[in-house]
């Protein structure tokens, strides 16, 4: 004792007395204590109940919300606009420059084409499409383009790409759309019936994995994996990407916030999060960059202790966060030259072709599966 203060040593025994002590009584504090929370009903009319599974799931045992989910409903409009916007902007994104080195290589592309009759394009992660609008005007220049078949897990995204082909392209392209959930679903089945139909022998694949889309799920190598398993021998893999230095720190977006020096969630991030229905008194969003991790990242950092509880057809299922925890809503993984190459090592591909912008900033890959 000091004066009238009382201290613990520091000592590994101590802290393990104390930690025991915590958990013991931890469910014992004052029920006013935990914020009780429970999701709106739009939360269940939006998702099917596979769908609220992964997401609790991943709430309870990672603390993050996966990204895809934030695509339904009004986030695929939100995605749509977004897009549209960068296309229209002079300034180097990952959007025109994707268009830009696809055209750039596209002599290469018809090169390793050429003894093809026809050539179906699989769109991953389509979105709204704007990424392989001019691919497609090439194809059917060359009167090569056989089916555009468009994946995504969002039925809204998949409808906002069928109306922008159908704009653009009248009823020369018919988008076919497939909802699907490209981290452990594979589409092979969708590309069988051209594989063994006769009458389209000498038609190949391209598959289309453009954009970064695999950088803001927690673990990337899944959808890479699950694109390997779905693809025939002869099928291309067009990939693209913004890179990074090892030893630069990315630099963060510009969010407007209507409180000024506090931060919000940004319009695209928060669909999920709003339908849990957590007060935003709750919480404090952190925007920031992980270098051990090397991960952007938007998160809620809990200002309460709280529950949420989650309606199943069979039960019910709580989830309980202490005061302090985080909960992701965002990410994005650094991604260097090298990071590319032992992704695609390590997941079954092999690198044909390799294109970079003049500043090295974005990439354009070509790939087959290894044998």
Same mark, same amino acid.
């Given at each position: 004792?000091?004066?009238?203060?009382?201290?613990?040593?520091?000592?590994?025994?101590?802290?393990?007395?104390?930690?025991?002590?915590?958990?013991?009584?931890?469910?014992?504090?004052?029920?006013?204590?935990?914020?009780?929370?429970?999701?709106?009903?739009?939360?269940?009319?939006?998702?099917?109940?596979?769908?609220?599974?992964?997401?609790?799931?991943?709430?309870?045992?990672?603390?993050?919300?996966?990204?895809?989910?934030?695509?339904?409903?009004?986030?695929?409009?939100?995605?749509?606009?977004?897009?549209?916007?960068?296309?229209?902007?002079?300034?180097?994104?990952?959007?025109?420059?994707?268009?830009? &080195?696809? !055209?750039?290589?596209?002599?290469?592309? @018809?090169? $390793?084409?050429?003894?093809? #009759?026809?050539?179906?394009? /699989?769109?991953?992660?389509?979105?709204?499409?704007?990424?392989?609008?001019?691919?497609?005007?090439?194809?059917?220049?060359?009167?090569?383009?056989?089916?555009?078949?468009?994946?995504?897990?969002?039925?809204?995204?998949?409808?906002?790409?069928?109306?922008?082909?159908?704009?653009?392209?009248?009823?020369?392209?018919?988008?076919?759309?497939?909802?699907?959930?490209?981290?452990?679903?594979?589409?092979?089945?969708?590309?069988?019936?051209?594989?063994?139909?006769?009458?389209?022998?000498?038609?190949?694949?391209?598959?289309?994995?453009?954009?970064?889309?695999?950088?803001?799920?927690?673990?990337?190598?899944?959808?890479?994996?699950?694109?390997?398993?779905?693809?025939?021998?002869?099928?291309?893999? &067009?990939? !693209?990407?913004?890179?990074?230095?090892? @030893?630069? $720190?990315?630099?963060?977006? #510009?969010?407007?916030?209507? /409180?000024?020096?506090?931060?919000?969630?940004?319009?695209?991030?928060?669909?999920?999060?709003?339908?849990?229905?957590?007060?935003?008194?709750?919480?404090?969003?952190?925007?920031?960059?992980?270098?051990?991790?090397?991960?952007?990242?938007?998160?809620?950092?809990?200002?309460?202790?709280?529950?949420?509880?989650?309606?199943?057809?069979?039960?019910?299922?709580?989830?309980?966060?202490?005061?302090?925890?985080?909960?992701?809503?965002?990410?994005?993984?650094?991604?260097?030259?090298?990071?590319?190459?032992?992704?695609?090592?390590?997941?079954?591909?092999?690198?044909?072709?390799?294109?970079?912008?003049?500043?090295?900033?974005?990439?354009?890959?070509?790939?087959?599966?290894?044998?």
């Amino acid at each position: 004792m000091v004066g009238n203060n009382s201290y613990v040593s520091k000592t590994s025994g101590n802290i393990k007395v104390i930690e025991s002590y915590v958990a013991k009584y931890k469910n014992r504090r004052p029920h006013h204590v935990l914020k009780a929370v429970s999701p709106k009903r739009e939360f269940y009319n939006l998702f099917t109940q596979a769908q609220i599974y992964d997401i609790v799931r991943n709430l309870e045992m990672h603390h993050e919300i996966p990204r895809q989910y934030n695509y339904f409903d009004g986030g695929a409009t939100r995605w749509d606009e977004y897009v549209k916007g960068l296309g229209s902007q002079d300034d180097a994104n990952l959007l025109n420059r994707t268009v830009e &080195l696809i !055209s750039e290589n596209q002599g290469y592309l @018809d090169k $390793r084409l050429d003894s093809c #009759n026809k050539v179906n394009v /699989v769109d991953v992660g389509v979105g709204n499409a704007q990424p392989a609008k001019d691919l497609l005007r090439h194809l059917l220049d060359q009167e090569k383009l056989a089916r555009y078949i468009a994946i995504d897990i969002s039925a809204e995204m998949l409808e906002i790409a069928r109306r922008n082909i159908k704009e653009w392209f009248g009823d020369s392209v018919h988008c076919e759309t497939y909802v699907m959930d490209v981290t452990h679903e594979r589409f092979a089945n969708i590309l069988a019936e051209d594989y063994l139909k006769e009458d389209v022998q000498g038609t190949s694949n391209i598959i289309l994995f453009l954009g970064g889309t695999a950088d803001n799920l927690r673990i990337p190598d899944d959808a890479f994996r699950t694109i390997n398993e779905s693809m025939n021998a002869s099928d291309l893999l &067009l990939y !693209s990407n913004k890179l990074e230095t090892a @030893d630069m $720190r990315p630099q963060w977006f #510009n969010y407007s916030s209507s /409180v000024p020096g506090k931060l919000e969630l940004a319009p695209m991030h928060r669909l999920v999060f709003d339908l849990l229905n957590i007060d935003a008194t709750f919480y404090d969003v952190e925007m920031d960059f992980d270098e051990k991790l090397r991960q952007r990242y938007t998160r809620a950092r809990l200002k309460v202790a709280m529950t949420l509880k989650f309606e199943f057809e069979d039960g019910e299922r709580v989830i309980e966060f202490e005061k302090g925890e985080t909960i992701l809503i965002w990410r994005s993984w650094q991604m260097t030259s090298k990071d590319v190459a032992d992704q695609f090592d390590r997941t079954g591909f092999y690198t044909l072709h390799l294109s970079q912008t003049e500043d090295r900033e974005y990439i354009l890959t070509v790939s087959q599966v290894r044998r």
